[in-house]
C-alpha cells in the first residue's frame, strides 16, 4: 500500500506560504539530501488547485540539466484535487474532484507504486489529515519569523493528534520533523 507523504517548508512562526521568499538562504546539502530521498521514493504528486497551478506555470519549462528535480518531477503522475478546474495541461496529470474524492485518494493509496507525496497545498492537506488519508507529515521547519502568509493549520483544523517519529536539527538550524497520524 502506498503512503500519502505530506511535507512542507515552514517557517518557525507557522507560515507555509511563499517558500521561495525565505527558504533558500538555509537550503543546504543536508536538506537537499532529506528533499531528494523524498523525492526518490515518489510514485506520483497530489496537489491542491493552487500549488498545481504554480508547478505548472514552472517545472515543464525547466530542464534537467538546469535542475536536477525537473526530470522526476515532470516525469511522475500528478493528481490535482480540484472541482473548478476544468483541465489541467501539464503532461501526465489527472484532475480529481467531485463527492467521492476520499474514495478516489484511497483508490490511488492501494496502487502499486511509490509513495504519492503532496507539497504546499496546505488547505488538502487539512482535509487529508481530518480524513485520516495522511500517512505521514514532513516538516522542514526555518529558524525564521515571516510574520505573514498562510499557516498549515488556520482557522480551526479539525482536532489531529500527532506522533512524532523522528527529528534532525540541520547545522543551520533547521529542524526537520517526521510525523504520523495517531489513530484516536
Known sequence: MRKVIASFFMSIDGVVDAPQDWHFPFFDEDMGAVVGGTLSR???????????EEWAGYWPAQSSED???AASIN???KY???????RADWEGTTILGGDDLNAQIAQLKEQDGGD???SGSGTLVR?????????????????????TGRH????????????????H???NGVLHLVYKPVAV
Open 67 to 69: 535542475n536536477p528535480m
Open 116 to 118: 504519492i507525496n503532496v
Open 42 to 52: 515518489a510514485g506520483a504528486f497530489l496537489l491542491g488547485r493552487r500549488t498545481y
Open 127 to 147: 482535509s487529508l489529515l481530518a480524513d485520516g488519508l495522511v500517512d505521514e507529515l514532513n516538516l522542514l521547519v526555518h529558524p525564521i519569523v515571516v510574520g
Open 75 to 77: 516525469g511522475l503522475p
Open 80 to 86: 490535482v484535487v480540484s472541482n473548478t478546474l476544468e
Open 169 to 171: 536539527t540541520f547545522g
Open 152 to 167: 498549515l493549520f488556520e482557522d480551526g483544523p479539525a482536532p489531529a493528534q500527532l506522533e512524532l517519529t523522528a527529528s
